[in-house]
Nanobody, 126 residues
């Protein structure tokens, strides 16, 4: 059964850190790019970071500015989003998604991803 399950969200103070996990089942990370997206109330879903199926292609949004990193553990079929220096504007529901893209490529466009998780809430507040 194909499934993407996000976890690790929660409430964090400004300047804090969180690590989100995306546990993938039913498909191989060697065959699919994984993207992290977020959506805040009243705003469009936006791409945060993605990693290609090769593991070497990474694409990040400008607002990440070195604060977030993406990594994956093929043995666990899990992709991580490490977030640091969090700001209130980072508050959103964070989603991971899988897309059948070219081997060394990943995209920040949600349209290019076929499979989605249910999301995990991240709230940055004092």
């Amino acid at each position: 059964q194909l499934q993407l399950v996000e976890s690790g969200g929660g409430l964090v103070q400004p300047g804090g850190s969180l690590r989100l996990s995306c546990a993938v089942s039913g498909l191989s990370l060697d065959d699919y790019a994984i993207g992290w997206f977020r959506q805040a109330p009243g705003k469009e879903r936006e791409g945060v970071l993605c990693i290609s199926s090769s593991g070497s292609g990474i694409n990040s949004a400008d607002f990440v500015k070195g604060r977030f990193t993406i990594s994956r553990d093929n043995a666990k079929n899990t992709v991580y989003l490490q977030m640091g220096s969090l700001k209130p504007d980072d508050s959103a529901v964070y989603y991971c998604a899988a897309g059948g893209l070219a081997y060394y490529y990943c995209s920040k466009s949600a349209r290019e991803y076929q499979y989605w998780g249910q999301g995990t809430q991240v709230t940055v507040s004092a």
